[in-house]
Every structure is written in C-alpha cells, then in structure tokens.
C-alpha cells in the first residue's frame, strides 16, 4: 500500500488533478474575470491611444512638411495636398 | 462637435476633436458632410484622433470653423461599404507595417522553441486549409500552399516555413489591396457621372448629376425615361409602368397629386416631379458587385486564363513528385511548389479588366462587364440605328409643298397646330420650323387622337385631318396618293423624310423634315475603319434615297432602308449568322431587342432607359468619336492580357527550372514568384490610352 505512495507517477496524476481543480477555480472565479476584464481594458484603451498618438504624429509631420514647402517658396495648397496624398 | 485647431494657415486648418468623437465607419460621412460646403475644397478625418484637416477657398476661414463645429456625428449614417481610395491605402500601409513588425518582434524576441510553437500552430491552419480544399475535391493553389508549408515542417525547417508563410501573408495583404483599390477607382469614376437627371429650376430645365439631387427638388421625367427617385407629381401627365414594382403590364395615369416610385418607367408623357426619397448609389454598387462577381460578365479569356491557372496546378504536384524522386532533395522539390501560375494569372487578369473598365469611366463611357470589352475588340462589323444615334434626333423641317388650294405656309400653321400636342421629335422640328416662319395659329381643330408609332388624327372644321407616315395616309387610311403626286415629293423632298397631311380624305400637303447627322459622325466611323471595322452597317426608317444620301455622306457601307422598329433585331441576326462579330449602336426604346441581339451593344447619353438598361456599354459623352477610343482601348486590353499572360509563364517557369537546378533556394524563389506578381498587377493597373482633356470632369473627380 505504501509502495503505491512512493509511485511518482501516482503523484503526477493526483498533482495534475488538483491543478486542474484549482485552475478550473481561478480561471472561473470573478476576481480573475474582473482582472481579466480590466487588463484586457488597458490594452485596448493603450493599444487606441498609441493609434491616437501615432496619428497625432503622422498629422504634425504633413504640416511641418506642408510649411517647409511654403517657406522654400514652392508651396501652395496643391503642393500641401499632394504632400498630404 | 467640440474641438481645438492645432494647425491654422490660409486655405488650410486642421482641427482636433480627440479620439472617440467619431467612430472609423463615420470618417467617409464626416468628409463628405464638410465636402458639401462651398467653401471646402478637400477634406480629410481621421476617428484615431478624431482628426479634421479642411483645405478651403480664400476668406472662407470663419465659415469652415462654424462647419466644423455645426457637425454632429449623431446624426450621420456610415456610407455603406467603404470604397474611399485614401482610407484602402491608409489601412493598406498599416496592415503591412503590423504584418512586417510582428515577424521581426516576434524573431527577436521570442525563444526559438516557442517561435517554432508559434509558426507550427500558424503552419496547421494552412495545412488545415489544403486538405478541406482536397476533401472539397478542388486541387488549387490552396493545396500548393499547404504542401509547401507542410513539406518545410516536416523537414522541421521552421525558419523556411515562416518565410513561406509571411511571403504568403504580405501577397494576400497586396492581393485584397489591388482589388479594393481597383473597385474604388471604378466607384468613384461612375459615381460621379452615372446618372443625371432634368432639374426643373425656376421654369427651366438643367441637366444635373443624380449626387446633386436633394430633396423636395422639382424634376422633369419624360416619355421612355425611368424615374429615379420616389416623389409626388407636381405637373403634368403621363402613363407610367409599374412592372418593376406591382408585376402590372399595363401603365398606370398618373396626374398631380399621383405618387411615383423610383424605378418605374414613363411610358408616355411628361411629368414634374417632386423628390420624396433619394435611391442613393445602390445601382452603381450593383453594377460593380456585378462586374466583379458575375461569371457570365467575365471576359472568356479571363475565364480561360483561371481555369488554365488552375490545371497548371497538378503538373506542380508532378514537378515536385519528380525533383523529389531523381534528386531526393526535398529543398530543391518544394522551389516547385513554391511556384504557381494561377495567383499571378488569376489576379492580373481580372485587374487588367477592371482597370480598363474605370478608364472607360474616365473617357465617359459605362462598360458592363469585362466580355464585351473583348467582344468590341473583336467584332468586326459596326450596325447604326439612325435616328438619334448618327444624328442627334433634333429634324428639322426643310419646306412644306401643298397638293390643295392651301398655300404652303397654311399646310404648315395646320400640320403645327396638329402637331403641337405631342411631344415627338418630329412634331417639335414642324411646330419649330412654324413659329420660325412667325406662322401663328389658333386652335380650329377638335380634339386629337394619338395613333402610336404612325400618326395624329382630328377634325377640322368638320373634316377629318391625318397627320403621319405614308403608311399611315396612304394604306391605314386609305388616302389616295397619286403617282404624279409621289413624283413631285420625291423630286422636291431631297432626301428628307416626307410627313403626310390629309384633310377630309385627300393630300393636302407634306413636310419635309431632315435629320443632319452629328458633326463628328463621319469622323467617327472613319477612325472605327481605320481600327478595323470593316462593315459599317445603318438602320432606318426612312426612305432609301433618304438612307442613301447619309450614308454617302457619312462613309457608310451598307444601308437598310425603311426598316420597321420591330425589325431591327432580325438584321444584326443576319449578321450574326453571316459569321460576323457585331456591334450595335442605337438610342430609343424600339433599338432594345436589336441591342440585345447583337455581340455587344452601345447606348448613346441620350437614349431611353430602357434602351440604356438593355445595352452593354453607354456612352455618357455624346461624342460618337468615343467608339473608337473604346475600340483601341479594348483591343491594347487584350494585348495586355496576353502579354501578361507570356511573361508569367516565361519567368514562373524560370524560377522553376532554376529552382530545380538548385540555384536559388525555395525562399528566393517564394520572394521573386511574388514580387513579380505584384510587379504585374501594378502594371496592369497603370492607364491605357491618353487622360481625356476635360477639365469639368477632373474637377468633379476632385471633389468627390
């Protein structure tokens, strides 16, 4: 009878099962759901201000380019549009 | 809409709203709702961070900010699907920034067991694919691309996989590209010169594009017209069908106070009418739907070309069974499979089209689909409805000889005061050619009965009064046309067509009424000629010296004289099963089924709907000069097509042999099999023929 406690794989399968149990808990738990909820929030939220930040960018590059062009004299709005396409 | 103005100089601001102030489907509204001020010249959104950027006229500053802070995103609409040439790009560039991105990140960064994890779980889904292909029957280049993937995973070269794989992920990324941005290049070509319609503006008629029309605007629908919107009839009568709508054949009065529906067809009459309801572009994306998906609008050798794509397929199998077998090299047997016919044909086929359709757009002329680009290209004979097609159905009259005791200047002030109730081509050129003799009359008659397609009968002063055709007078009637009498017509008449007016039950006189074709007309078929018509064939009703006398003129080789509407048909028929390949080109509703019969059909900007909804190709211009621009247009598409065709066999089957020999390795080969491709597409994208000179068109294609 005791042998059978020494067998490693006996406690594998046991250890697996409890694992499984307390997996099945956590992931179903509520807090886990509002943490889950919350960080997956964030990275949208980071992922829309990264979109809003690149884009806030990308528009103060076109009207610096936009005035470079005006100050060398060769701009007019088509030329800025152009640079805008 | 709140918002701060980050960038401030003449003729160009740029507002900012802050993200979330409208949502990505609202950008082409938001754009389109500041493109409706005078003042804009261009706008741009951008939902990302709620960006407004306006380029606008000089010292509309003010106005431009009151626009911008007037916009209330509550109440628009998104635009139904997303054909915005900027935004296909935008989205376009960042897809392929996040595709390119993510595979160096995540070659950096990932522990190599896990980075083979990750390309093994993507490499399954390809594989997933090919056999579903497989069980589906179909042996594709889904099925190539999943033995590629699955040949590199099992020799557990998980890099080359992941090459594969991206090479795959970045052509499919061009492939939708290409598509959507062909697709928006035609949309904006129709959208903004389909349909026009008849405003009736302070008693005046102007000729508008539909995308103007607003509604409780005043429109003017004529005999033979569809209306186009839904609305409520202000003036005017006419007998409208509802077949489209009720399934009832016969045509419904419709008096003021009548609703009508968009879509219904007046059969005769005119009528005002008030906008209700607008149908918006719902027929344009129809077209296109229709352009890109029909297969039986696809030209042949663009089906010829995917199916031969796709048998190309097995010999792949073949090639790389082969290498694999004398080689027992399995890096030099999947270069094989990395090389495939059928993407490159398959994408530069449909693209060449498609692009030659929105260049069409471009000249102002609506192609249907790809097959009768080709059947243009082929054909060899030309067939002309006259009226209205060769000229531009405004007759004239040319002088009125009288048989009676009425001077010429009574027959006429009689045949106008007849005439002025209907409003028939031909009825206008005699009451015109009456107020312009300063010939006024007074009503003497009762009332007049409309006999269809033949004549006018009233009374006059107790007698009966015919007006019309020689069939009508002399056969329908039974009114004696003397020999002498037909002598002296045809000696004074000069080739015109000859109207008959009877009074109680003898000839009391004709008009004469002549049709001048159109200025470019000769010209017209001069070039279609020189392009390799040989057979320029007239269509018409009137009398054979009459016939004779245009198509001298007009360089015409064949003519049919007195043809019966109803005939038509049976002579491009003819023509067909003499072997011949035909066009035809005809503007009322009488020239349908012979529109219909023929190989490809043209309807000119001015014919009926009904005329227009059975034709292949209209012509929105009224330049008949058009035809041969689409005749060269055609035939380089389908150089084009065929030299595509040479050089994706010539340089795929390069690749193979190279990677067969070992040359270059199956990344290489993957690398060189799409850049080509996509060299290919691109070229098949750039235009044709020379930019049409109109500077009204290009303006409105900047604003749209």
Request: charged residues 25%; glycine residues 6%; negative net charge.
């Given at each position: 009878?005791?042998k059978c406690?020494?067998?490693?794989k006996?406690w594998?399968?046991?250890?697996?099962?409890?694992a499984?149990?307390?997996g099945?808990?956590?992931?179903?738990?509520?807090?886990?759901?509002?943490?889950?909820?919350?960080?997956l929030?964030?990275?949208m939220k980071?992922?829309n201000?990264?979109?809003?930040?690149?884009?806030?960018?990308?528009d103060?590059?076109q009207?610096?380019?936009?005035?470079?062009?005006?100050?060398?004299?060769?701009?007019?709005?088509?030329?800025?549009?152009?640079?805008?396409? | 809409?709140?918002?701060?103005?980050?960038?401030?100089?003449?003729g160009?601001i740029?507002?900012?709203?802050?993200?979330?102030?409208?949502?990505?489907?609202l950008?082409?509204?938001v754009?389109?709702?500041?493109l409706?001020?005078a003042?804009?010249?261009?706008?741009?959104a951008?939902?990302?961070?709620?960006?407004?950027?306006?380029?606008?006229?000089?010292?509309?500053?003010?106005?431009?900010?009151?626009?911008?802070?007037?916009l209330?995103?509550r109440l628009l609409?998104?635009?139904?699907?997303?054909?915005?040439s900027?935004?296909?790009?935008?989205?376009?560039?960042t897809d392929?920034?996040?595709?390119?991105?993510k595979?160096?990140l995540?070659?950096?960064?990932?522990?190599?067991?896990?980075?083979n994890?990750?390309?093994?779980?993507?490499?399954?889904?390809?594989?997933?694919r090919?056999?579903?292909?497989?069980?589906?029957?179909?042996?594709n280049?889904?099925?190539?691309?999943?033995a590629?993937?699955?040949?590199?995973?099992?020799?557990?070269?998980?890099?080359?996989?992941?090459?594969?794989?991206?090479m795959?992920?970045?052509?499919?990324?061009?492939?939708?590209?290409?598509?959507?941005?062909?697709k928006?290049?035609?949309t904006?070509?129709?959208?903004v010169?389909?349909d026009?319609?008849?405003l009736?503006?302070d008693?005046?008629e102007v000729l508008?594009?539909?995308?103007?029309l607003?509604?409780?605007?005043?429109?003017?629908?004529?005999?033979?017209?569809?209306?186009?919107?839904?609305?409520?009839?202000?003036?005017?009568?006419?007998?409208?069908?509802?077949?489209s709508?009720?399934?009832?054949?016969?045509?419904?009065?419709?008096?003021?106070?009548?609703?009508v529906f968009?879509?219904?067809?007046?059969?005769?009459?005119?009528?005002?009418?008030q906008?209700?309801?607008?149908?918006?572009?719902t027929?344009?994306?129809?077209?296109?739907e229709?352009?890109?998906?029909s297969?039986?609008?696809?030209?042949?050798?663009?089906?010829?070309?995917?199916?031969?794509?796709?048998r190309i397929?097995?010999?792949?199998?073949?090639?790389?069974?082969?290498t694999l077998l004398?080689?027992?090299?399995?890096t030099?047997?999947?270069?094989?499979?990395?090389v495939?016919y059928?993407?490159?044909?398959?994408?530069?086929?449909?693209?060449?089209v498609?692009?030659?359709?929105?260049?069409?757009?471009?000249?102002?002329?609506t192609?249907k689909?790809?097959?009768?680009?080709?059947?243009?290209?082929e054909?060899d004979s030309?067939?002309?409805?006259?009226?209205g097609?060769?000229?531009n159905?405004?007759?004239?009259l040319?002088r009125?000889?009288?048989?009676?005791?009425?001077?010429?200047?009574?027959?006429?002030?009689?045949?106008?005061c007849?005439?002025?109730?209907?409003?028939h081509?031909?009825?206008?050129?005699?009451?015109?050619?009456?107020?312009?003799?300063?010939?006024?009359?007074q009503?003497?008659?009762?009332?007049?009965?409309?006999i269809?397609?033949h004549?006018?009968?009233?009374?006059?002063?107790?007698?009966?009064?015919?007006?019309?055709?020689?069939?009508?007078?002399?056969?329908?009637?039974?009114v004696?046309?003397?020999?002498?009498?037909?002598?002296?017509?045809e000696a004074?008449?000069g080739?015109?067509?000859?109207v008959y007016?009877?009074?109680?039950?003898?000839l009391?006189g004709?008009l004469?009424?002549?049709?001048?074709?159109?200025?470019e007309?000769g010209?017209?078929i001069?070039?279609l000629?020189?392009?390799?018509?040989?057979?320029?064939?007239?269509?018409?009703?009137?009398?054979?010296?009459?016939?004779?006398?245009?198509?001298?003129?007009?360089?015409i080789?064949?003519?049919?004289?007195?043809v019966?509407?109803?005939?038509?048909h049976?002579y491009?028929?003819?023509l067909?099963?003499?072997?011949?390949?035909?066009?035809?080109?005809g503007?009322?509703?009488?020239?349908?089924?012979?529109?219909?019969?023929?190989?490809?059909?043209?309807?000119m900007?001015?014919?009926?709907?009904i005329a227009?909804e059975a034709a292949?190709i209209?012509?929105?211009?009224?330049?008949?000069t058009e035809?041969?621009?689409l005749?060269?247009?055609s035939?380089?598409?389908m150089?084009r097509?065929?030299?595509?065709?040479?050089?994706i066999?010539?340089?795929?089957?390069?690749?193979?042999?190279?990677?067969?020999?070992?040359?270059?390795?199956?990344?290489t080969?993957?690398?060189?099999?799409?850049?080509?491709?996509?060299?290919?597409?691109?070229?098949?994208?750039?235009?044709?023929?020379?930019?049409?000179?109109n500077?009204?068109?290009e303006?409105?294609?900047g604003?749209?």
């Open positions: 009878m005791l406690f020494k067998n490693e006996l594998c399968v046991v250890g697996g099962a409890v499984m149990v307390i099945k808990k956590i992931v179903t738990a509520k807090k886990t759901r509002q943490l889950a909820v919350s960080g929030a964030k990275g980071l992922q201000d990264a979109k809003a930040a690149f884009q806030n960018m990308k103060e590059a009207d610096i380019c936009c005035d470079a062009k005006e100050q060398a004299g060769i701009n007019d709005t088509d030329a800025c549009e152009e640079a805008d396409a | 809409m709140k918002f701060q103005i980050v960038y401030d100089k003449p160009r740029r507002f900012r709203c802050g993200a979330y102030a409208f949502d990505k489907e950008e082409t509204a754009q389109k709702q500041l409706e001020s003042a804009v010249k261009k706008a741009e951008h939902a990302e961070n709620g960006g407004i950027l306006v380029y606008y006229e000089a010292g509309a500053r003010q106005k431009v900010i009151r626009t911008v802070a007037a209330d995103t609409a998104p635009l139904g699907p997303d054909t915005c900027e935004r296909i790009d935008s989205d376009f560039k392929l920034v996040k595709l390119v991105a595979r160096y995540q070659n950096a960064l990932l522990p190599a067991p896990i980075a994890a990750v390309i093994l779980f993507k490499g399954i889904r390809y594989v997933w090919a056999v579903k292909t497989l069980l589906e029957g179909h042996l280049v889904d099925v190539l691309d999943g590629s993937v699955s040949a590199c995973l099992l020799q557990r070269n998980f890099k080359t996989a992941g090459t594969i794989m991206f795959l992920s970045i052509s499919a990324l061009l492939e939708d590209y290409t598509r959507a941005k062909t928006a290049a035609l904006d070509s129709l959208a010169k389909t026009k319609v008849w009736v503006q008693g005046t508008i594009p539909m995308a103007e607003q509604v409780g605007d005043v429109i003017c629908v004529r005999t033979g017209s569809v209306i186009p919107v839904d609305g409520t009839v202000t003036s005017g009568e006419a007998n409208i069908n509802e077949a709508m009720t399934g009832e054949p016969l045509s419904v009065r419709k008096a003021k106070g009548s609703t968009a879509g219904t067809v007046v059969d005769e009459g005119s009528i005002h009418v906008v209700r309801a607008l149908s918006g572009n027929k344009i994306q129809k077209i296109i229709l352009i890109d998906n297969e039986n609008l696809k030209a042949g050798v663009q089906s010829r070309a995917e199916n031969l794509a796709d397929v097995p010999f792949s199998f073949l090639g790389f069974g082969l004398l080689t027992r090299n399995i030099k047997a999947v270069s094989i499979l990395m495939d059928s993407c490159a044909i398959k994408l530069s086929t449909p693209i060449s498609i692009s030659a359709i929105r260049e069409a757009a471009d000249h102002d002329i192609v689909g790809g097959k009768y680009l080709e059947a243009f290209a054909a030309v067939v002309f409805d006259k009226t097609t060769l000229t159905a405004e007759p004239v040319e009125a000889i009288s048989f009676s005791d009425y001077s010429e200047d009574e027959i006429l002030r009689i045949a106008a007849i005439e002025e109730h209907f409003p081509s031909v009825a206008r050129a005699i009451v015109k050619g009456a107020a312009d003799r300063g010939l006024n009359h009503e003497e008659h009762a009332e007049v009965q409309y269809v397609a004549g006018i009968a009233t009374t006059l002063h107790g007698k009966r009064a015919i007006i019309g055709s020689h069939h009508f007078v002399s056969e329908d009637e039974h004696e046309i003397t020999a002498e009498q037909q002598a002296a017509i004074q008449s080739g015109c067509s000859v007016l009877a009074i109680g039950g003898k009391s004709v004469c009424i002549s049709d001048p074709p159109r200025a007309a010209e017209a001069g070039l000629k020189k392009a390799g018509i040989e057979n320029v064939v007239m269509l018409t009703g009137d009398s054979q010296q009459a016939a004779e006398v245009t198509a001298a003129k007009l360089g080789t064949k003519c049919f004289a007195q019966l509407p109803e005939d038509k049976r491009v028929e003819q067909k099963a003499d072997g011949h390949r035909v066009i035809m080109v503007d009322g509703i009488n020239d349908a089924p012979a529109l219909a019969a023929a190989d490809v059909s043209v309807a900007s001015d014919a009926s709907d227009r292949d209209t012509l929105r211009g009224a330049d008949l035809l041969a621009t005749r060269t247009l035939e380089k598409l150089t097509i065929h030299r595509n065709y040479r050089f066999i010539g340089f795929n089957s390069s690749l193979l042999l190279l990677g067969l020999f070992g040359i270059i390795a199956p990344t080969s993957a690398f060189l099999h799409n850049a080509s491709t996509m060299a290919i597409c691109a070229r098949s994208m750039t235009p044709m023929l020379e930019k049409k000179q500077s009204a068109t303006e409105d294609t604003k749209a």
